[in-house]
């Protein structure tokens, strides 16, 4: 099956450093790559969608100098949280979708970020 | 705003029954609708999908879809405790939309 992995797993800072979470397609190449942000006891929400080779769509409401998105491969994307606070601690989630727009999002494990 | 609704719970069930899930969502264009279970901490792992109005099932699973009611549940039948977990409605049109997930506890 298609596999996302994400690094770190997690990660604790201090508050105005930038942190950058990966996001890898083990097994497939992924056009298409999203980014979630989870909140506790709350549900996912959509970042960003980012194509491979081009800007980042950001969703309303959502800094895109703050959450910088790099989509460089079709195996790899990347989200720096910079001059993160610790309002920005959640939970961070990737997907990735194939080649296909009809093809599933794959999820990724998540990073926990934890700002102090 | 597009929006998907789901029954926060907890909804609790004995071992061995049938859990039913439901969701609703505002989007008529919608084309795909998700279940995915995520446990505590964890990210969420795609249990089903489906396409068309009817029923789908795959092993202990049944989701069924009304697009005219705009309504999507998941059927879980021989209810473990293991399945207890929070199970989440996503519904994908232009982009893909989660609901606030509903908490399944099942009990032996």
């Known amino acids: 099956g298609a596999v996302v992995s994400q690094h770190p797993s997690w990660v604790i800072c201090k508050s105005g450093t930038s942190v950058k979470i990966e996001c890898r397609s083990l097994?497939?190449?992924?056009?298409?790559m999203f980014w979630y942000r989870q909140f506790p006891k709350q549900s996912l929400m959509l970042m960003a969608t980012?194509?491979?080779?081009?800007?980042?769509?950001?969703e309303q409401g959502v800094e895109k100098d703050k959450f910088l998105i790099n989509h460089a491969s079709l195996t790899l994307s990347t989200l720096t949280v910079t001059s993160a606070h610790p309002e920005d601690s959640s939970f961070y989630i990737c997907?990735?979708?194939?080649?296909?727009?009809?093809?599933?999002?794959?999820f990724g494990p998540g990073t926990r970020l934890t700002v102090l | 705003q597009k929006e998907v609704e789901q029954n926060s719970g907890p909804l609790s069930v004995p071992e061995g029954a049938i859990a039913s899930l439901n969701c609703t969502y505002s989007?008529?264009?919608?084309?795909?609708f998700f279940w995915y279970r995520q446990y505590s901490g964890k990210s969420p792992e795609l249990i089903m999908f489906?396409?068309?109005?009817g029923d789908k099932e795959d092993g202990r699973f049944t989701a069924q879809l009304n697009k005219a009611s705009q309504y999507v549940s998941l059927l879980i039948r021989d209810s473990q405790p293991s399945d207890s977990a929070t199970y989440l409605c996503?519904?994908?049109?232009?982009?893909?939309?989660f609901g606030t997930g509903t908490r399944l506890q099942v009990f032996p």
């Open positions: 997907s990735a979708r194939g080649i296909a727009a009809t093809d599933t999002q794959y």
């Open positions: 097994d497939f190449q992924a056009t298409t």
């Open positions: 980012s194509n491979e080779g081009s800007k980042a769509t950001y």
């Open positions: 989007d008529r264009g919608s084309q795909s």
């Open positions: 489906i396409y068309s109005n």
């Open positions: 996503a519904v994908e049109g232009d982009k893909l939309i």
